[in-house]
């Protein structure tokens, strides 16, 4: 009758390694949990930083879009006032030229 200790001790010994067995397939589905989460975030993560990107060329482009108007809004004033100087001055010259015509006129009158 010595038999019954060994079984005992052979299906303790089976029991251990069954409760191991489950614990290792439990280990391993929470890690592949895990593992497809964290997938799951990288992805998000990807995809957020995809679209800062574009945001970024966005709104750079649209930046790079108004620096340009706002130089061609400068030039075009800076144009504007250099034609407004040039009529002021040739108009003064004129003004001068009739001015020194009539003195003449007078002085050739004289």
Do not use: H, W
Not at 18 to 42: F, I, T, Y
Not at 47 to 56: D, P, S
Request: charged share 40%; proline share 1%; no cysteine.
């Amino acid at each position: 009758m010595g038999f019954k200790p060994i079984l005992r001790m052979l299906n303790d010994r089976a029991e251990t390694i069954r409760e191991s067995l489950e614990s290792a397939d439990k280990v391993r589905e929470e890690a592949a949990q895990n593992r497809a989460e964290l997938e799951g975030q990288m992805a998000e993560s990807r995809e957020q930083g995809q679209q800062l990107m574009a945001e970024a060329r966005v709104t750079a482009e649209r930046f790079r879009g108004e620096q340009q108007d706002r130089a061609r809004a400068e030039a075009d004033a800076l144009i504007e006032r250099a034609r407004e100087d040039i009529n002021k001055e040739r108009d003064r010259v004129i003004d001068e030229v009739r001015r020194n015509f009539a003195d003449l006129a007078i002085l050739a009158a004289e």
